[in-house]
């Protein structure tokens, strides 16, 4: 009794201090997606700012598309020299540069050399990620008793949405506490703020290697050692085997590579349509995401746990299905309820009373004149009307029609919270898809290699298909202008064929000793 007590208390200290760097590096990881809107305008040339924030989101995806590179080279070192070294390597490789792209000055102070710095940093930033979850989820599988491992190993995987919650409380902390009058807070924030939440984060790095520094290494790869059977040549032994390569190929193409895009596009997506497309304010488009994750975050428990007694195979392809069926009627709701030109028609044409309308300014030329206006519905919703006139100057009698768009929109309270649920339903299915997918792919590799084997396959899922779903489903919405979700159609189908492969070729046995 008081082994399997102690046994207990030790996989708890191993999964919070190995949960607590993982979070970290996540935080600092998403602090710049999180940040897309601001940090376009600073480190971009403003002549067009649908093309900034693009070079925005590639700068963004450009840390996903290295992170294979980065499980080739620390998954080699982990199974070489450790799981405990070298993922405290990584999380101070990606401090550092999350601490220096806080330093990096505008586009406007160093022009160009400003984007080529901070890209540079990204992928600084890619590279340590991609050998981060590896060594993480491995060090805490190989810890934990082979018939809980997918209870233990889902702490783990809440770290990521963890990681995105906390970056958007601090910067929604930052953004409010710079000054007692809240459009000057949001200008400073602006202008210099957004840098702080890059700053501090190196307090919670330096805390972080502290607790790592006193890790054990974990049991399984000691004992290998002790035995001299560590891996000579990780890569070679990992992708030169035919056997092995095979489950690397499965474990991507049937597993990684459908929940990657369903992680990016349930969080990442969600907030740029809601903000961007539907144009919800800064902050309503960050709280919505915030809640969804607290009251989401603990399926990734339950569904791990449950992968325990069921296997893991139909729990992340049965996330995939309702992703592939429910993605395009959840954002038709996003953008049903927000349409401002139905919401106003219906209003007027019933007995409510008409739209309260403050105007803010008028401006333009004999020719052009631009009306912003600021208007509430009776139920508490408002948003920006800014209409563009045309009109013949001589006369001053309108000669087009005017074009109306509406920015800044505010939920009232109903819509806020049906908006909550449409995103929670996305993190539903991330955390199905994900809950389980740590203790099945150290499941499929000998322990030798499983630094190796897993953290490429998960990279390339996550970091190529997943990691480029916000850049891809942007670009598409520039292109096919007429279809405001055509972007979902890239996730929905990298999922499909994720889905198909899966179900034909993963086994959904429970037999977690097979490769030890």
């Known amino acids: 009794m008081s082994t399997k007590s102690n046994n207990t208390q030790g996989i708890w200290k191993v999964i919070g201090a190995s949960s607590v760097g993982t979070l970290i590096e996540w935080y600092d990881f998403y602090i710049f997606g999180s940040l897309a809107t601001?940090?376009?305008?600073?480190?971009?040339?403003?002549?067009?700012?649908?093309?900034?924030?693009?070079?925005?989101?590639?700068?963004?995806?450009?840390?996903?598309i290295v992170r294979p590179f980065g499980a080739l080279v620390f998954g080699r070192l982990g199974d070489l020299i450790g799981r405990k070294y070298t993922f405290l390597l990584t999380l101070v490789l990606m401090g550092g540069s999350t601490f220096a792209i806080g330093l990096v000055p505008s586009y406007e102070s160093i022009g160009f050399a400003a984007p080529i710095i901070v890209l540079l940093l990204r992928l600084i930033q890619g590279l340590a990620l991609g050998g981060e979850y590896g060594g993480a989820a491995t060090y805490v599988a190989e810890h934990a008793p082979a018939e809980r491992r997918g209870y233990y190993t889902s702490w783990i995987q809440t770290t990521a949405t963890l990681g995105l919650f906390v970056s958007l409380g601090i910067i929604l902390l930052t953004r409010h506490s710079l000054d007692a009058n809240l459009d000057e807070s949001i200008r400073k924030f602006n202008d210099w703020g957004w840098r702080i939440p890059f700053l501090v984060s190196i307090i919670l790095v330096i805390v972080s290697i502290y607790i790592r520094m006193k890790m054990n290494e974990s049991p399984l790869f000691a004992k290998l050692k002790s035995e001299g059977k560590v891996s000579v040549n990780p890569l070679k032994e990992s992708f030169g085997h035919r056997t092995n390569l095979k489950m690397v190929l499965l474990a991507l193409f049937g597993a990684t590579m459908g929940q990657g895009v369903v992680w990016y596009t349930g969080q990442f997506y969600a907030q740029s349509f809601i903000e961007n497309v539907c144009k919800i304010d800064f902050d309503q488009s960050r709280t919505i995401i915030i809640w969804a994750i607290v009251f989401a975050t603990?399926?990734?428990?339950?569904?791990?746990?449950?992968?325990?007694?069921?296997?893991?195979?139909?729990?992340?392809?049965?996330?995939?299905?309702?992703?592939?069926?429910?993605?395009?009627?959840?954002?038709?709701?996003?953008?049903?309820?927000?349409?401002?030109?139905?919401?106003?028609?219906?209003?007027?044409?019933?007995?409510?009373?008409?739209?309260?309308?403050?105007?803010?300014?008028?401006?333009?030329?004999?020719?052009?004149?631009?009306?912003?206006?600021?208007?509430?519905?009776?139920?508490?919703?408002?948003?920006?009307?800014?209409?563009?006139?045309?009109?013949?100057?001589?006369?001053?009698?309108?000669?087009?029609?005017?074009?109306?768009?509406?920015?800044?929109?505010?939920l009232d309270n109903s819509t806020y919270w049906k908006f909550v649920f449409l995103v929670f339903i996305q993190v539903l299915f991330v955390t199905m898809v994900y809950g389980p997918i740590a203790a099945f792919l150290v499941e499929l590799f000998p322990t030798k290699i499983r630094y190796t084997s897993m953290s490429l396959p998960y990279h390339i899922g996550n970091g190529i298909f997943g990691g480029l779903t916000p850049f891809i489903a942007t670009l598409l919405t520039t292109i096919y202008t007429a279809d405001k979700m055509v972007g979902l159609w890239y996730p929905i189908i990298i999922a499909a064929v994720s889905l198909f492969i899966g179900a034909l070729y993963i086994s959904n046995r429970i037999d977690p000793d097979v490769n030890d």
């Open 38 to 64: 601001v940090i376009a305008k600073q480190f971009f040339p403003q002549t067009n700012p649908t093309a900034a924030l693009l070079s925005t989101l590639a700068t963004f995806a450009a840390g996903f």
């Open 298 to 410: 603990p399926f990734f428990v339950v569904f791990g746990a449950w992968s325990d007694k069921i296997g893991r195979k139909w729990i992340m392809l049965a996330g995939m299905l309702v992703a592939i069926v429910s993605y395009r009627p959840i954002y038709r709701q996003f953008m049903d309820l927000t349409n401002v030109a139905s919401m106003e028609k219906t209003m007027l044409a019933g007995s409510e009373k008409p739209v309260v309308k403050k105007e803010l300014m008028k401006s333009g030329t004999d020719s052009l004149i631009t009306s912003t206006t600021l208007k509430t519905l009776n139920n508490g919703f408002s948003y920006k009307a800014v209409s563009v006139d045309t009109v013949q100057a001589a006369s001053g009698i309108v000669k087009a029609a005017s074009v109306i768009s509406y920015t800044e929109k505010k």
